[in-house]
């Protein structure tokens, strides 16, 4: 069974840093692109990020710059360094597997909260 | 500003059938696959259709997705209470982001 673990959340003051994590298992972690997605309280999802199996990297416009994804193939784990944090980074962050050819992320994380706030 | 336009909310009586449309563009939708996503109240998104219109393992056939141009639409017949949630539609844009509308929640009367 495929599970996406996410930790790391919490309340950090605006400015500040916070590394996200996601333990993943019950697949083989590197044949796969992984995402960083966010959500708002009482908002839609708002995509952040994408690391392909091999280490490329994308970043949307609102956190380039500021994040940086990464991952560790032997631990099967996903990172997402934080810097420069601001209240509109407020949100839970969920990781997410795409799956097969067709584009879909197939399996995501439980979440984790991020509260950005002095 | 979501980059894909959903309607805000939908309703329908229990056993109805509704459907949620999603618009985009030629630089996302129009040339990409359409997935739709279901996130009941409290938890995590999960995969509802990929690839336009197929289903993943354990997806009632009450739930379908079709494509047509630069939108798509997610279909729900027989409609239950288990069905009240937000539904997202996603894609790819030219530059390799993913791209997600602003989601549509539904309402089970």
């Known amino acids: 069974e495929v599970q996406l673990v996410e930790s790391g959340g919490g309340l950090v003051q605006p400015g500040g840093s916070l590394r996200l994590s996601c333990a993943a298992s019950?697949?083989?972690?590197?044949?796969?692109?992984m995402h960083w997605v966010r959500q708002a309280t009482g908002k839609g999802l708002e995509w952040v990020s994408t690391?392909?199996?091999?280490?490329?990297?994308y970043y949307s416009g609102s956190v380039k710059g500021r994040f940086t994804i990464s991952r560790e193939n032997a631990k099967n784990s996903l990172y997402l360094q934080m810097n420069s944090l601001r209240a509109g980074d407020t949100a839970v962050y969920y990781c997410?597997?795409?799956?097969?050819?067709?584009?879909?992320?197939?399996?995501w994380g439980q979440g984790t909260l991020v509260t950005v706030s002095s | 500003q979501s980059v894909l336009t959903q309607p805000p909310s939908v309703s329908a009586a229990p056993g109805q059938k509704v459907t949620i449309s999603c618009s985009g563009s030629?630089?996302?939708?129009?040339?990409?696959?359409v997935s739709w996503y279901q996130q009941l109240p409290g938890t995590a998104p999960k995969l509802l259709i990929y690839?336009?219109?197929k289903r993943p393992s354990g997806i009632p056939d009450r739930f379908s997705g079709s494509k047509s141009g630069t939108s798509a639409t997610l279909g729900i017949t027989g409609l239950q209470t288990g069905d009240e949630a937000d539904y997202y539609c996603?894609?790819?844009?030219?530059?390799?982001?993913?791209?997600f509308g602003g989601g549509t929640k539904l309402t089970v009367l």
């Open positions: 030629s630089s996302n939708i129009g040339n990409n696959y």
């Open positions: 019950g697949f083989i972690f590197n044949n796969y692109d």
């Open positions: 997410a597997r795409l799956g097969g050819t067709w584009g879909a992320l197939d399996s």
């Open positions: 690391i392909g199996p091999h280490g490329d990297t």
């Open positions: 690839g336009n219109n």
């Open positions: 996603g894609t790819w844009d030219t530059s390799l982001h993913v791209v």
